[in-house]
Structure formats: C-alpha cells, structure tokens
C-alpha cells in the first residue's frame, strides 16, 4: 500500500475501532471497554507512553494529564464508561497552546498529532456530557499514518489543481521543485512552483498550516475555497511567520479549500508543512456551557484552547478567541461590566441570546485604561450571555471579568450633592465615579436625570481654569457655575472646559451625558495664575515693520499657553509677548529665529485670557518653519492691535531669540 494511502487507511480506522468496541463493550465500564481499543491500537503497530491513566468526572469537569513527549507522533485516546455520553480530548502543548482537539460526541474521543519539541505536554479529558469513569492514554507510532510524502504522491495525485494532495492533519513533507508554477498569493509573488493540496470542511473547522523550509526557500502559503484556480477566491496568504517561514490560522466554513504550499522569487526546494485540523464546536454547543456570573464577583479565565465562535459590532468585529458566560439579573439595573486582560486588548460584549449575533446588546472595547474594556448602561431584567473576546485576530490569554450592578436610581456615593462636594485644588489629577451616584444637577450641555459627583474649587486670584477627561467608561460633561444647583449661574458645560475665571468659589459637576452614561473616569484639572499676564500685558513692547527686535525668553516666566507649544498637560516654556498695531488691512508676515531652541510663535487678536475667549484668542500659532529653530507666521489681518508671543516648545526651551514682522503688499 503506498505511504499517503496507508495514511488515509489510518486516519479513518482508529476512530473506527474506538467507536465498534465501545459499541460492542456498552453496558460495560470504562476499563472493559478499553481493553478492546488498546488490542486494536497494538494490532496497529502502536506502542503505549508512560501509564494509563484512570478517573470520574462529573459532567462538565475535566481532567488533566501531563504527560512527557519527544519529537513525535501521538495517538490519544479517552474512553468513557456507563453514563458518559460525550468524552472530549485535548493536547496542550507546554505554553497551554491546543495541539489537538477532538469535537465529536461520543463517549469516546481520539486525537492525533505530530509534535516537534520534546517537553511536557497536557492532556485535557473533558466529560461534556453525562458523567461517570474514564481510561485515557498515549500511543506512539504509527508515523508513517500520520505523515503523507508528497515527494512520493499517489498516482492520481500530482500537486496541482487537477489534482491535488490532500491536505491531512499532521506533517506533510514536499518539494516545490516537484510541482508546477501556476499561480501565486496576493501577499507574494513569483515564478517559483508551488504544491497543491485540497481540504474537505463537512463542519465549521479552525485549520493551522506552518510551512517549514528545509531548503533555501522563501515560502508562501495562501488558500482559496471552492475555486483551485481562480485568485480572486483566496480568503489567506502568508509569507512571512513570527516563528519562521509561513503560516495560515483560519475557521472555515463547510466546502472545498485549497492550499499551496509556494515560495517568493524562483526559489524551490523541500519543506514541511505541519497541520492542525480541529473541529468547531457549534456555538450552541459551547453556549450550553456557559459558566454563570455573580454580581459583584470577579472571575478569571482563559481563552486559551478556545475558538472564536462569537463576532460583535465593536473591536473590528472581536477576531479573537472567546468564552461566553451567562448573567441573570432580577430586577431593571445600572450595570458595569469590565474585561480586564495583560494579554490581548479585551472585547467584551452581551447578547440576549447567546448563539444569536443579531441579539447583541452592547459592545465595549474601550475602559479605564488600555487593558480593559467596560461596559456601562441600564439593562432591564432577564438573562443575558457575556462575551469575553479580544481585538486582535486569533489573540488569545488569560482575563479577569466582573459585573457590578446598581440600583437604576443610584444609591449614593461621596459628593453627591451640592451638599457634600468634594474640595479640588489645582493642579489635580481626580479619579471618580458615578456609578452608585444619583441626579442632582445638570448643564445647558446634559445631565438631565443623569447620575452627578460635584467638586468644590476655591480660587484665590484671577486664574486660567481647564479640565478634561483622561479616560471614562461612561460618557460624561463637566458643568462649571458659581453656585452649585443653580443654572443662572453655569459659566460653561463641556466635555473640556478652559476657562479665565476671576478668584472665587466654584462648583465643578461631573455629569452623565444621558440618564445611562455613567461609570468610573480619571480627570485632569489645571490651574494657570493670570496676573503675571495681566502684568506681561499692560504695556508689550511694539513691533514696528522691517525692525528686528533681538531678546531673550530666559527667566521670562511661563504667562501664555500657545496651541503649538507643546502638551498642555506639562510645565511650559518661559515666553514674551509683543503688540502689533495695524491702520488698515493687510497682509502680516511674522518670523522667528531660536538659534539655540525649539521656539514657538503665537498671534493672538488679544493678550489677556478674558473668559471663554481663553480658547479662542489664538489665530494663528507655528512651530517649525523648516526646521525647529525658526517659525513663520504669514496671513492677512484687518485693522487692529495685535498681539505676538515668543514661546518654547515645552519645559527647557528658551534662550535668545530674534523677531521680525512685515506687511506685504
């Protein structure tokens, strides 16, 4: 019998003979029905590894196995007893990686693979059916059933599309220089020859190829479905592979693909392509085990070993691997959710059914930080499926998730009302949340029926005030008045806020933006005293057309902050400020030279921060004109006083400077 075809022979009788002598022995236990697998895979050619291994489970627990592996292939077997009706398996590699998995449902599972670094692997026998004794094992051998030679092919099997290998699960040894060049990936091209091979899906299947160079080849791999020869039918290309020549990861529909095993250029030669071929659980399947969620617990999981099953409307459609679990609320209800993860960026979704895409309630991708996402919004009473997922294609890892809920109306929390505000003292960098608060203010901008915290400001001299969110789970405004509560008195309502306020007290509100936009922030307070710019202002020196003036921002004083100037959340750059006067209309030019700085330059239709106009007294602002040590400013003004400030680009910058201004006819 030729080698591929004693292979195929191989693949399709192990899984045969396990189910005919577990048929034969039913009504037996675990241990009688095994005796007649273990004289069918010695008849085979196989040798046993290490000790059998013997237990119970009750349905849904699993058991773990380690087991020592050398540079070999592997058949496991697990073999339920009297009231076990689906026994799953599963080989971990040793970082936890799934090696093999067997889908099926049957008392009985069997997995095959080919390993190539020896070390300490894990075998997973799960009862997700029934519960009752196991006996599970590894047998190695039967190499020559595992590995089809593409060097040595079938007789009706040539490598191309008329007629290709097939493609097996295990490792495939071949030669492109055997093959013919025909076709090419999207992500390389090139006159080199390529092999064919052809995969059946008769179920949703997650398919691994690694094409291994054992020559000087720079490979390609690439698979299309249902048309062998046509390009635009190709669904993955790969020539590049974080471990080493090329790789293709992708879940498949029911159907015919076709897989080439290529390389860039005109390079050919031997390989080795090693396949993983794992059934998909159907989702329905996976969300009868959904493990369910406590509120105000956190629960740790992995989804290492899992599929992705689920898609959402957020996180480029979730591509990771993902794990659902199962929440039930009782009553109508604010509720948090939170994925947090070091080792992919979360997704975190809910469905009102589970195996259902079109029941998606919500989808976060977002949090407080970037290790999590977070959920936030009011869900009515019922039973819903949480989603732990990841951004990235295939990223899978360890995760925390927890659900807290409240009371739709809130319940309270430090600051709630004008009563209690909490003090703020600029510079302040104050984290909160809304979660538990209730509605006691809003702004002409929101927060009407939208749960509140209120902070007290207390500002003893004219100041620049500015306030932003650095993160939020919810979205929320700041609502800033001189009496709390009291609309008549709202200076502004925003999401940022920067303000030139004279001294007083001041109430701060952090507000919903709607009734169901609540949840943990971080914000960031400043506080710039004016009165140095009030002085810098009184009197600017004027600048007269075609007369450089020459100076120095050292010791200066930092009095303005430009738009240009570098993060507004650091220390400025010393900085002078200079008066333009205009009689009529006409166009300005305005040059910097900082020989020994990052310099900045800044025009301004007014020189003092009055109000809201803070924000919008800057026209025009330049940081580099060619290079960092000059700024240009060029453009047309109307009749007016002026105003030009030399600046640096952040803490540390300053130094001499020279500035000039023209009009330009």
């Known amino acids: 019998m030729h080698r591929s075809a004693f292979a195929r022979f191989v693949a399709l009788a192990i899984p045969f003979v396990v189910v005919v002598a577990c048929s034969a022995a039913r009504g037996t236990d675990a241990d009688a ?3 007649a697998v273990r004289s069918s895979l010695v008849a085979m050619g196989l040798a046993p590894i290490g000790d059998v291994h013997r237990g119970a489970l009750a349905s849904g627990a699993e058991a773990r196995v380690p087991i020592a592996l050398e540079s070999e292939c592997v058949t496991i077997v697990a073999v339920g007893g009297e009231g076990a009706r689906d026994v799953d398996v599963q080989l971990l590699d040793p970082t936890g990686r799934a090696v093999a998995h067997d889908a099926t449902h049957e008392p009985q599972a069997t997995v095959r693979a080919c390993v190539e670094t020896r070390g300490t692997y894990t075998i997973v026998v799960r009862m997700a059916a029934g519960s009752g004794s196991f006996v599970a094992s590894a047998w190695s051998g039967g190499g020559a059933t ?9 007789a009706a099997s040539t490598g191309t599309c008329d007629a290709p290998f097939p493609l097996t699960a295990g490792t495939l040894s071949g030669d492109t220089s055997r093959g013919a060049s025909a076709h090419g990936g999207s992500c390389g091209r090139g006159d080199s020859k390529e092999i064919v091979y052809v995969y059946r899906a008769t179920s949703r299947t997650h398919l691994r190829v690694a094409m291994v160079p054992l020559a000087q080849l720079d490979t390609v791999l690439y698979i299309r479905r249902a048309k062998c020869a046509d390009q635009g039918a190709e669904i ?7 471990a080493g020549g090329s790789a293709l990861d992708v879940y498949v529909e029911p159907g015919t693909y076709y897989v080439f095993a290529d390389a860039l250029g005109k390079s050919e030669g031997a390989y080795r392509l090693n396949v993983e071929i794992a059934e998909v659980p159907p989702i329905a399947e996976i969300c009868r085990g959904a493990r369910p969620l406590s509120i105000g617990a956190t629960v740790a999981g992995s989804t290492v070993g899992a599929f992705d099953n689920a898609t959402s409307t957020c996180g480029d459609g979730a591509p990771g691997l993902d794990v659902p679990y199962r929440l039930d609320l009782a009553t109508r209800s604010r509720v948090r959710i939170v994925e947090r993860s070091d080792d992919v960026r979360p997704v975190v979704h809910l469905r009102r059914v589970c195996a259902e895409e079109i029941s998606e309630v919500a989808c976060a991708d977002r949090g407080l930080s970037t290790e999590e996402a977070s959920f936030t919004g009011v869900l009515e009473a019922g039973a819903y499926t949480v989603i732990a997922d990841a951004q990235s294609r295939e990223a899978a890892g360890r995760f925390t998730l927890r659900v807290d809920a409240a009371p739709e109306n809130g319940s309270g929390v430090p600051g709630d009302s004008c009563a209690d505000p ?11 949340d809304t979660f538990q608060a209730r509605d006691d203010v809003s702004g002409s901008c929101g927060g009407a029926g939208a749960p509140d915290v209120v902070y007290r400001v207390d500002l003893a001299r004219r100041t620049r005030f500015s306030a932003h969110f650095e993160a939020e789970e919810g979205r929320h405004v700041l609502v800033l008045s001189r009496a709390c509560g009291d609309r008549s008195t709202e200076v502004t309502c925003a999401a940022r806020i920067d303000e030139a306020l004279p001294a007083g007290v001041y109430f701060l509100a952090v507000d919903g933006a709607t009734p169901s936009s609540f949840g943990r922030f971080a ?14 202002c009184k009197n600017p020196p004027l600048l007269l ?6 100076g120095s921002t050292t010791g200066a004083g930092d ?3 430009t738009g240009c100037g570098g993060r507004e959340d650091l220390p400025g750059a010393p900085d002078r400020v200079y008066k333009i006067v205009l009689a009529q209309r006409a166009r300005v030019q305005i040059a910097l030279a900082t020989p020994t700085y990052d310099g900045v330059l800044s025009l301004r239709r007014a020189c003092v921060d009055v109000g809201s106009a803070a924000r919008g007294n800057e026209m025009r602002c330049n940081n580099d004109a060619g290079d960092t040590h000059h700024s240009r400013i060029d453009m047309t003004l109307e009749a007016g006083t002026f105003y030009v400030v030399v600046d640096g680009h952040g803490q540390g910058e300053e130094g001499p400077f020279t500035l000039e201004y023209k009009t330009v006819p």
């Open 523 to 536: 914000l960031e307070v400043r506080a710039r005293d004016v009165g140095a710019q009030e002085g810098a």
């Open 33 to 35: 029905r095994f005796a």
């Open 545 to 550: 057309p075609g007369k450089p003036v020459s």
């Open 559 to 561: 009095k303005f902050t």
């Open 236 to 242: 993955a290309c790969n020539d590049d592979s974080p």
């Open 422 to 432: 909490m003090p703020l003292s600029p510079p302040d960098k104050p984290q909160g």
């Open 146 to 154: 595992l590995v089809a030679d593409a060097s040595t092919p079938d």
